[in-house]
T-cell receptor, first 115, second 116 residues
């Protein structure tokens, strides 16, 4: 079975400050890991992924994430948050051993960036 | 990435009725997925729809309640049958996740369903 945990329901940060959204996962094999963002009344947008290779992956809108196998984590980061980054963020995992390309999503973290 | 559209974008329906949601992709894809996002909640996979075969449903979802069609490689429908207020959710379709070297899934804009 595969699962994802996002321990924070909401993260508040001042504009210009670093933003971190936490994610931990559990899979039986090796993971494919993803971050998505959902703006109000819109669908999910893909931000970035870890498949293999460098543990630090860079994605859209200045976001990056670090894969840490020993801590089974894949935290999303942005060095300097913008008000426009306020949205709902989802971490997702896929076990490479699992059939059917099934994604399992975390519960989501709401990010509020204050001016 | 694929461009995905859904119809309708939103609807308000009476309990006991059914609604069919359409998902159209601008390119041919092998796998399509249907998710439900209940208010304030995360996404839950309903089923995987492959062209030419029966949809594969996740635990807690049954074909009688959520029949799915996949007539070709660019189109799918999800029907929410005999609706109750508990079916009020956003329903999203997605594609991708391993085909043609792409591991991520791309999502449609969603259909916001309210059942009264």
């Amino acid at each position: 079975a595969q699962s994802v945990a996002q321990p924070e329901d909401q993260v508040n940060v001042a504009e210009g400050n670093p933003l971190t959204v936490k994610c931990t996962y559990s899979v039986s094999g090796n993971p494919y890991l993803f971050w998505y963002v959902q703006y109000p009344n819109r669908g999910l947008q893909f931000l970035l992924k870890y498949i293999t290779g460098d543990n630090l992956v860079k994605g859209s809108y200045g976001f990056e994430a670090e894969f840490n196998k020993s801590q089974t984590s894949f935290h999303l980061k942005k060095p300097s948050a913008l008000v426009s980054d306020s949205a709902l963020y989802f971490c997702a995992v896929r076990d490479i051993k699992a059939a059917g390309n099934k994604l399992t999503f975390g519960g989501g973290t709401r990010v509020l960036v204050k001016p | 990435s694929a461009v995905i559209s859904q119809k309708p974008s939103r609807d308000i329906c009476q309990r006991g009725t059914s609604l069919t949601i359409q998902c159209q992709v601008d390119s041919q894809v092998t796998m399509m997925f249907w998710y439900r996002q209940q208010p304030g909640q995360s996404l839950t996979l309903i089923a995987t729809a492959n062209q030419g075969s029966e949809a594969t449903y996740e635990s807690g979802f049954v074909i009688d309640k959520f029949p799915i069609s996949r007539p070709n490689l660019t189109f799918s429908t999800l029907t929410v049958s005999n609706m109750s207020p508990e079916d009020s959710s956003i329903y999203l379709c997605s594609v991708g996740g391993g085909t043609s070297g792409s591991y991520e899934q791309y999502f449609g804009p969603g259909t916001r369903l309210t059942v009264t």
